[in-house]
């Protein structure tokens, strides 16, 4: 397991250069944020997470359970899965939003349209920062909205 990478896995850098040949600037592997995610957008306020179908307990083909040892698996798993609920719970707390990627989405099959969401989504995420929110500015309904500049006129066409 000494060769097991964290870091600049083959999954993170095909996100990475399609994210940066489409104009994205990030910084990877931010030890300040909780999790140290993978890939911090800040202009977007969002990180990504790249998480290995096995060592995530993915329900997929490649996030099986090792027929050896199976208990250890078990609560090896089962702490990573609680772990990832926790972080990403702290990024929200923290005012940022999350978006996993599991490495079965990067398969050649599906690799264009994952890669497309997560330009979709990190799109819509930039523009909900600046929506207003719902009845942020209200009005009393018992005044009357009146223009400074005119006062009560009738346009009839007597008046020519």
């Given at each position: 397991?000494?060769r097991?990478r964290?870091?600049?896995?083959?999954?993170?850098?095909?996100?990475r250069?399609?994210?940066?040949a489409?104009?994205?600037?990030?910084?990877?592997?931010?030890?300040?944020?909780p999790?140290?995610?993978d890939i911090?957008l800040?202009?977007?306020h969002?990180?990504i997470?790249?998480?290995?179908?096995f060592?995530?307990?993915?329900?997929?083909?490649?996030?099986?359970?090792p027929?050896?040892n199976?208990?250890?698996?078990?609560n090896?798993?089962k702490?990573?899965k609680?772990?990832?609920?926790?972080?990403?719970?702290?990024?929200?707390a923290?005012?940022?939003n999350?978006?996993?990627?599991?490495?079965c989405?990067?398969?050649?099959?599906?690799r264009q349209?994952?890669?497309e969401?997560?330009?979709y989504?990190?799109?819509?995420?930039?523009?909900d920062?600046?929506r207003?929110?719902k009845?942020?500015?209200?009005f009393?309904e018992e005044?009357?909205?009146?223009?400074?500049?005119?006062?009560?006129?009738?346009?009839?066409s007597?008046?020519q």
């Amino acid at each position: 397991m000494s060769r097991i990478r964290s870091k600049n896995t083959k999954p993170e850098l095909l996100v990475r250069r399609y994210l940066y040949a489409n104009g994205f600037r990030y910084r990877v592997n931010v030890a300040s944020l909780p999790g140290k995610p993978d890939i911090v957008l800040k202009k977007y306020h969002t990180v990504i997470f790249i998480h290995g179908c096995f060592w995530h307990g993915h329900s997929c083909l490649q996030g099986k359970t090792p027929q050896t040892n199976p208990l250890f698996w078990q609560n090896k798993f089962k702490r990573n899965k609680e772990r990832d609920i926790e972080v990403r719970n702290e990024l929200k707390a923290l005012g940022w939003n999350t978006l996993v990627i599991w490495e079965c989405q990067l398969k050649p099959k599906t690799r264009q349209k994952t890669l497309e969401e997560i330009t979709y989504w990190l799109n819509e995420a930039y523009l909900d920062r600046f929506r207003l929110k719902k009845n942020q500015y209200s009005f009393a309904e018992e005044e009357p909205l009146s223009i400074a500049a005119e006062g009560d006129t009738s346009y009839s066409s007597d008046n020519q």
